[in-house]
Nanobody, 127 residues
């Protein structure tokens, strides 16, 4: 059993920065895949970034490349999402998702690949 819990987020201004943390507990971190998804009002949930906690390989949505960075601290089973140059369109509820599987790059944004989900944390960016 794996549980995930997000922290961080809040409000920021356009061009500013925020960071999110996700703690995955209850299972081995190595070999897991942990990702961040987001859902804006009136829109479907979408993948933001993912990291394989074993080898550190990452994937990003085109909309956040160059602005967001996902990283992990395997010692503490924590995954971080550093969000820089925030834009109003980044406003959404951000969810952390995890799986004990190694999710292939071609499937990284497929929600069905992830078994464990956090409750979500709000990120609001003002213009």
């Amino acid at each position: 059993q794996v549980t995930v819990e997000e922290s961080g987020g809040g409000s920021g201004e356009t061009g500013g920065s925020l960071s999110l943390s996700c703690v995955a507990s209850g299972d081995a971190v190595t070999g897991n895949t942990v990702g961040w998804f987001r859902q804006a009002p009136g829109k479907e949930r979408e993948g933001v970034a993912v990291i394989r906690t074993g080898d550190g390989r990452t994937n990003y949505a085109d909309s956040v490349k160059g602005r967001f960075t996902i990283s992990r601290d395997t010692g503490k089973s924590t995954v971080f999402l550093q969000m820089n140059d925030l834009q109003p369109e980044d406003t959404a509820v951000y969810y952390c998702a995890a799986t004990s599987r190694y999710v292939l790059p071609s499937q990284w944004s497929d929600e069905s690949m992830y078994r464990y989900w956090g409750q979500g944390t709000q990120v609001t960016v003002s213009s």
